[in-house]
């Protein structure tokens, strides 16, 4: 899956939800176990930046 096919973005406290199509998303941990403070902050922020970018480029009516 491409990112510019990411058509929803929704999260709770431990997990971001990417939806590409209605049967169709991915689930991320906000912190994955096998990653250090460090990693875990850049996993987020690495997130945040493309769903921004994507959010800025597209303005659909399902986003966050």
Do not use: C, G
Not at 8 to 15: N, V
Not at 35 to 52: A, D, G, P, S, Y
């Amino acid at each position: 899956m491409k990112w510019s096919e990411l058509n929803r973005f929704k999260e709770d406290e431990e997990r971001y939800f990417l939806y590409f199509a209605d049967l169709n998303a991915i689930t991320i941990k906000k912190e994955p176990d096998n990653m250090n403070e460090q990693e875990i902050k850049e996993h987020q922020t690495f997130l945040k930046r493309k769903v921004k970018k994507l959010k800025d480029s597209y303005n659909p009516l399902h986003w966050n």
